[in-house]
């Protein structure tokens, strides 16, 4: 009897033990890679590096806040707020729904920054470890403004250029 008791209780610390390490964490990290079609003029291929840092409000919210690096013609570091919805239920592939929307910081001299959005659209795929790879697709959007010069023979001109960046974005990245 004393070692059914045993036996007993050695499973069901087993199964306690199981179920207090399956719960999720509340804090995720993801970092992403990206680029896209750059839909403004002046046009080129753009790059974006970005980091974010997630607080899981539910099973489907979850808030963070994010920064990284944009490389257009010139480079801006994005600081942001990031909304993220889960859609659906978990599987092989989960589908989300995410919303950035933050600040442009201009690093060259004579530009500064302006308004961030980033919406986009995504599948979850689980890897080892609580780790998942996660592949986006949405719309960029950064404002900036700079200091232009123009001389010839008669004139000296400086103007401020307010540019946005519009860019169809690809992201590819982990969650951990």
């Known amino acids: ?29 993801a970092t992403t890679v990206g680029t896209g079609l750059d839909l403004s003029k002046p046009s080129s291929t753009p790059f974006t590096w970005q980091v974010l840092g997630y607080y899981k409000l539910s099973g489907k919210w979850s808030v963070g806040v994010g920064t990284g690096l944009s490389f257009y013609e010139k480079m801006l570091i994005p600081v942001y707020g ?3 919805f889960q ?12 919303l950035g929307i933050g ?10 920054g ?3 959005m980033n ?3 995504g599948l979850q795929y689980p890897l080892k470890d609580k780790m998942k790879l996660q592949l986006a697709i949405g719309y960029e ?17 400086e ?10 974005s690809v992201k590819l990245g982990l969650c951990f």
């Open 1 to 29: 009897m004393k070692r059914l008791i045993f036996v007993l209780l050695f499973i069901h610390a087993i199964i306690m033990v199981k179920a207090q390490t399956t719960n999720e964490n509340k804090i995720s990290f």
């Open 82 to 84: 990031d909304l993220r």
């Open 87 to 98: 859609i659906g239920r978990k599987r092989k592939f989960t589908p989300y729904a995410e």
């Open 103 to 112: 600040y442009s910081f201009a690093t060259a001299g004579n530009t500064n």
């Open 114 to 116: 302006g308004f961030f």
């Open 119 to 121: 919406p986009s659209i």
């Open 141 to 157: 959007l950064q404002k900036l403004e700079r200091l232009k010069r123009h001389t010839d023979n008669y004139f000296y001109k």
């Open 159 to 168: 103007f401020a250029e307010k540019l946005s960046h519009n860019m169809i």
